[in-house]
């Protein structure tokens, strides 16, 4: 089951398209490692995934920056998802129109997430962090609901 007290895991990545997909990878196997309720997990990985794209959509200069992301079980019943970036400007939600291919992010986030805000990057850093609580189910569950190991 999930271990107490808090589990955090910090990862850097560049500011690059492709590192949506590598966070996602590495939240996987950190969700498996916690042993995290595979639906839960699954709204993590969407959440942790609009969020790092966000960041490398809107957060890209100056020219090299890289993206924080820190994720934590602070308690075996809430998951954290923290991102940080180098744009100190805060994210608003939009609402995209029926044509539009973008602008749903935020949207989905606040849809799925128990929670969500942004606040500046404590004195010393430049930018932002963009962060969402997913609310997990009590560990008592049924072993099905849980990741288990393919092969």
Same mark, same amino acid.
């Given at each position: 089951m999930l271990t107490q007290p808090v $589990?955090?895991? *910090?990862?850097?990545?560049? &500011?690059? %398209?492709?590192?949506? !997909?590598?966070?996602r990878v590495r939240f996987i196997r950190q969700a498996f490692q916690w042993e995290m309720p595979i639906d839960s997990a699954e709204t993590g990985l969407i959440l942790l995934s609009e969020l790092v794209t966000n960041a490398c959509r809107h957060a890209c200069s100056p020219r090299g920056r890289m993206i924080g992301v820190r994720v934590l079980l602070p308690t075996s019943t809430l998951l954290r998802i923290e991102v940080s970036d180098a744009n100190a400007e805060l994210p608003t939600m939009r609402h995209a129109a029926a044509e539009d291919e973008s602008g749903r992010g935020l949207e989905l986030v606040a849809s799925l997430a128990t929670s969500w805000g942004a606040h500046p990057?404590? *004195? !010393?850093?430049? !930018?932002? =962090? =963009?962060? &969402? *609580?997913?609310?997990? %189910?009590?560990?008592?569950? %049924?072993?099905? $609901?849980?990741?288990? %190991? &393919? !092969?």
């Open positions: $589990d955090v895991v *910090e990862w850097m990545f560049p &500011c690059l %398209p492709r590192s949506a !997909g590598r966070a990057r404590g *004195e !010393g850093y430049i !930018g932002k =962090t =963009t962060w &969402c *609580e997913l609310a997990l %189910p009590s560990p008592a569950g %049924p072993v099905s $609901d849980h990741l288990i %190991p &393919c !092969g």
